[in-house]
């Protein structure tokens, strides 16, 4: 294995790397915008240095992590951003697969482990923004599974699929099965929308690496479900539930 760190926004030393590479998996992405890093940048000027340099150096083929929700009218400027970057891996030439996941959970993530951080220590946990809106969390082995295989299967080019888990939840039922699986007390507080925004931002001015963000709370606003069969069938993913998976985080989490 070789680690190579390049930057596809200024992608110097990116031809090289790619030589000899059979097949690209393109997941470079950013949820929200600091200095030097804009979603246009990161989003679509990137994937147009992949796609060049994939050209240029023989690449077979390049699997695409987009995500649930991509529309050119979307009012997310994250998910205008990856709808326009489908847009180029489409029109590369080259053989793709686009999956659009929804939240993606794992040990170790951002939003599952600070939500089982929350309920450990504190005795309320804070529900932001919309908490009716609807995910389909999908863990993060059958999201790896999809990709390496797409990799090798020529019956998923220029295909489409749609990843998420087997279950559709509200961020609150989220919660609920943490506080099963940690056996607190932790009470749910729901956050007027109106308060949502400006205590977000207030923690964004705060810390350097947030714990939500802004833009965090829109794309959960805006919600991800899908029908999961085509991808679950054509890959053959475990599907693992949510609750099934919370065990695995343990220490990761404390």
Known sequence: VRNVHIDLVRPDGLLEALAGVGGVVHAAGILREQRGQDLERAHVGATSNLVEACRRAGVGKIVHLSTLGVHAKAPEAYLRSKWEAERIIESCGLSYTIFRPSLVFGAGDRVVSQLLTVCRYSPVIPLLGDTDARVQPIWVGDVATAVLRALKDRSTDSAIY?????????????????????????VPVKVPRFLSGPLVRLVEQLFDRPPVTEDQLALLAAGGTCDPNPA???????????????????????
């Open 232 to 254: 679950a069938v054509t890959f053959g993913l475990r599907m693992r539930a949510l609750a099934d998976v919370l065990p695995e985080y343990g220490s990761a989490a404390r």
């Open 162 to 186: 749609e990843l998420g888990g087997p279950e559709s939840l509200t961020i609150a039922d989220v919660v609920d099965a943490i506080k099963r699986e940690t056996k607190r007390p932790a």
